[in-house]
């Protein structure tokens, strides 16, 4: 077992001098030009947040057929807005963050180039910006993947593009960190764990980025009346951007369930070599899984749909198993290490619930894993995919693992940069306590109700799903009117946890009370923070290991994952089931 932060003394740095602080809570040495870029992008992030979240907020009450709210031509609008600011520039504004957090900070080393970082970070915020404002004047409904021959204002795809280059630069400074850090020898080793997480985040938002350019660019041109497009080239190539995008989050979301699990609780790692090989699958794997969202496109081979998200796709789902297991193994063990042995869950009923930075961390991975992977892995699959494409269902899935999983993580992670990046107290601090209670609740409740009501038809990016003055009549289940009720008054609870972040936040960076030199619980101050977890005196490493049984010495940790296997198989089959009473077979 190791930790996920510790590292043995390093060397005297050979490099050169640089301005820092040394952090009281981990030792570390903090860079002040990356703790400012840090800042900058965390406060982006923020805003963004703000923004997709009042569009959410549209969207939901329109979608909500007894309340209806917007018009046709303002929710498309919205959706769009909603899409783009949510699943790129809140998510990889954060992510830029974690990577100037796990290169520098962690690695104890200067941050290169900080000018080209604030290039970069300015390249970032203008497209953004420029994006935004062609979105809200309507020059660009075309939703989140606008489609070919959907046609946006030609700064609606220069905006995308400078964004783009932006998180590029910084994406390459993360890499100029690695070197820095390796050649003034500020660290011994391997790199941490979080760091090597980060790094994979780092590599497939290359990936990514460099398909956004093959897709974005080209179709700038397009808007220009310069060149034509393949709409199914369009399509293949945009997935690669779309679907990739959000596999950096779960690289970085994993990175961040290491980083909490070692800071609230003194989480451990099971076996190194195992959590960085599941790492190195996500490089290897997860991009050949856009492909699932291209299976009921005619354009495409049944092979090729097969190969990518029947093989190559379950390989990527291996590496979210092995971390579903390997962290709350980690953090069963390290709350054994603590003291809490008796029984198969007294490190859980033990644990620091009051702490938002723990809480939001355990609600990242149980939704994540049991409603965004059950439900990611069986919509995959080719025959599956036909009854659930384009329904409810879909973003019912990604609001799981996006939105409960990796968005859930970022504010868990949030709660613990203020104080130490921000050096302010948590403002509000019990209204903290109850916000990822409130969100993931909110986020648990929606994502379900929006999965049943896409299985009785409900399509997803529609309007009017009674299809008001059409020449056909629809007519959905009296069961969809309660499901989509239900799914309302669970994403205004969702809301309403996404707003006293937002608060908590901006009061805190803004307005917060700075940190004191011995800070308490009553100063608005996470527990990993005030009190740091350290392992008993009463209890050894080889004790725990030793006193396993038949169930090993992550006993509790085995009976969730049985509980989860038992959940997963049981949807599985419901699915096949329902498929075959469709087809009319058996």
């Known amino acids: 077992m190791s930790t996920v932060l510790t590292q043995p003394p390093a060397p005297t740095p050979s490099g050169p001098s640089w301005l820092h602080r040394v952090c009281p809570t981990t030792g570390l040495k903090v860079s002040a030009d990356a703790e400012k870029l840090i800042k900058a992008h965390a406060v982006m992030a923020t ?3 703000l923004i997709g979240g009042i569009a959410a907020i549209g969207v939901l009450l329109t979608r909500w057929q007894a309340v209806h709210l917007l018009p046709a031509e303002w929710f498309y609008r919205i959706l769009t807005v909603h899409g783009l600011t949510m699943l790129v520039f809140f998510i990889i504004f954060f992510e830029m963050a974690v990577l100037h957090f796990a290169g520098p900070v962690l690695l104890n080393c200067r941050q290169p180039a900080p000018k080209l970082g604030w290039l970069a970070f300015g390249l970032m915020t203008v497209g953004s910006l420029l994006t935004e404002v062609i979105m809200w004047m309507g020059k660009a409904d075309v939703l989140l993947s606008s489609y070919v ?8 795809y220069l905006g995308i593009i400078l964004f783009a280059v932006g998180a590029l630069l910084a994406t390459g400074l993360f890499f100029a960190a690695l070197v820095v850090a390796k050649r003034e020898q500020t660290y011994r080793g391997s790199v941490p764990l979080v760091t090597y997480g980060a790094l994979t985040a780092a590599i497939i938002a290359v990936i990514t980025l460099l398909h956004g350019a093959a897709v974005y660019v080209p179709t700038f041109l397009w808007s220009l009346g310069l060149m034509p497009i393949d709409p199914q080239i369009y399509r293949m190539v945009w997935w690669a951007l779309g679907h990739s995008s959000q596999q950096i989050n779960v690289s970085a979301m994993v990175s961040i369930w290491y980083l909490l699990a070692a800071l609230t609780v003194g989480g451990v790692v099971l076996n190194e070599k195992i959590s960085r090989t599941a790492f190195v699958l996500y490089v290897l794997f997860i991009s050949m899984a856009s492909a699932h969202h291209l299976l009921v496109d005619p354009g495409f081979s049944s ?19 092995i971390h579903g297991f390997t962290v709350p193994a980690g953090i069963e063990l390290g709350q054994r290490l603590r003291g809490y042995t008796k029984g198969m869950f007294e490190w859980l009923t033990k644990a620091p619930w009051g702490d938002p930075g723990f809480s939001s961390m355990i609600f990242s991975i149980v939704v994540f894993g049991f409603v965004g992977g059950i439900t990611g892995v069986t919509f995959g699959t080719e025959q599956i995919n036909i009854i659930a494409h384009n329904t409810f269902r879909i973003p019912g899935h990604f609001h799981s693992t996006v939105v409960s999983g990796t968005a859930m993580a970022f504010m868990g992670a949030t709660y613990y940069l203020i ?12 209204l903290a306590q109850i916000q990822p209670y409130l969100f993931a609740g909110g986020m648990l409740v929606f994502s379900m109700s929006m999965t049943f009501a896409g299985s009785f038809g409900v399509p997803r990016r529609h309007w009017d799903i009674s299809f008001t003055n059409a020449p056909f009549d629809v007519q959905f289940s009296p069961t969809v009117d309660l499901m989509l009720g239900i ?8 809301a309403l946890g996404g707003g006293l972040y937002i608060l908590v936040t901006v009061a805190s960076v803004f307005f917060g009370k700075p940190m004191p030199e011995r800070p308490t619980a009553a100063d608005g101050v996470p527990q990993g923070i005030v009190s740091p977890p350290v392992r008993s005196t009463r209890v050894s490493e080889a004790d725990v290991m030793e006193r396993h049984g038949k169930l090993g010495p992550a006993p509790g940790t085995i009976v969730l994952v049985g509980v989860f296997f038992v959940a997963f198989v049981t949807y599985y089959f419901l699915n096949w089931k329902i498929l075959a009473a469709l087809w009319k077979m058996g």
């Open 303 to 321: 092979a090729w749909k097969v190969v990518n998200t029947s093989y190559f796709m379950y390989m990527a789902v291996l590496a979210s198993m």
């Open 47 to 49: 805003v963004m947040l």
């Open 419 to 430: 104080p130490l990046i921000f050096r302010k107290q948590v403002s509000f601090w019990k």
């Open 487 to 494: 799914m309302a008054l669970g994403g205004l609870v969702a």
């Open 149 to 156: 021959p959907l046609r946006a204002h030609p700064l609606y």
